[in-house]
T-cell receptor, first 116, second 115 residues
Framework: SAVISQKPSRDICQRGTSLTIQCQVD?????MFWYRQQPGQSLTLIAT?????????ESGFVIDKFPISRPNLTFSTLTVSNMSPEDSSIYLC?????????????FGEGSRLTVL | QQQVKQSPQSLIVQKGGISIINCAYE??????FPWYQQFPGKGPALLIA?????SEKKEGRFTISFNKSAKQFSLHIMDSQPGDSATYFC??????????????FGSGTQLTVLP
């Protein structure tokens, strides 16, 4: 099974700044995703990180606010731009191995952001 | 609307008891129903999953019961242990051709098993 590492694990940020979260998978994976989990809440898909092309964003999420990169099959970054207190949340990187359906979805431990 | 409704929001069970968490879905195109377990400070991890061609799947103390006509599925934890205390999420997805096949998650159930 894939092991996913995220950095930073937590951070406290000032309003108006941006923060980039890194996600490293220990094996090549076909698909990578970014989720947001607000405290005590469910997981909401932000976007699918596509290798070598623009990410596919879900309704309510835009590239200018959450730019995503995926330069290869094992690494992705999510930037939270121009942060406000409403962006305080846990951001989770996930990945799926193989191309078969459904395929298990693996998660990192998350990056807990607090915006002051 | 691709929604998965989960209940209860929280559950307290005595050690050795049975924990039951329920989920209902709307989209009949869903064809994969996993349950994820999340401990504090950790990411969710797949616990057990079912496809709609079977009505029940059991793995150790964990069982999924699936009712296709009612569009409901549930997780049963037999002989619940304090180590089972975690947040449980049901989820659902539908197959696409060459697409994300992303999961739609329920709202989560915080399970506490008392010693």
């Amino acid at each position: 099974s894939a092991v996913i590492s995220q950095k930073p694990s937590r951070d406290i940020c000032q309003r108006g700044t941006s923060l980039t979260i890194q996600c490293q998978v220990d094996s090549q994976v076909t698909m990578m995703f970014w989720y947001r989990q607000q405290p005590g809440q469910s997981l909401t898909l932000i976007a699918t990180a596509n290798q070598g092309s623009e990410a596919t964003y879900e309704s309510g999420f835009v590239i200018d606010k959450f730019p995503i990169s995926r330069p290869n099959l094992t690494f992705s970054t999510l930037t939270v731009s121009n942060m406000s207190p409403e962006d305080s949340s846990i951001y989770l990187c996930s990945a799926r191995e193989g191309t078969g359906y459904p395929g298990e979805l693996f998660f990192g431990e998350g990056s807990r952001l607090t915006v002051l | 609307q691709q929604q998965v409704k989960q209940s209860p929001q929280s559950l307290i069970v005595q050690k050795g008891g049975i924990s039951i968490i329920n989920c209902a879905y709307e989209n009949t195109a869903f064809d994969y129903f996993p349950w994820y377990q999340q401990f504090p400070g950790k990411g969710p991890a797949l616990l057990i999953a079912i496809r709609p061609d079977v009505s029940e799947k059991k793995e150790g103390r964990f069982t999924i019961s699936f009712n296709k006509s009612a569009k409901q599925f549930s997780l049963h934890i037999m002989d619940s242990q304090p180590g089972d205390s975690a947040t449980y999420f049901c989820a659902a997805s539908k197959s696409y051709s060459g697409s994300a096949r992303q999961l739609t998650f329920g709202s989560g159930t915080q399970l506490t098993v008392l010693p």
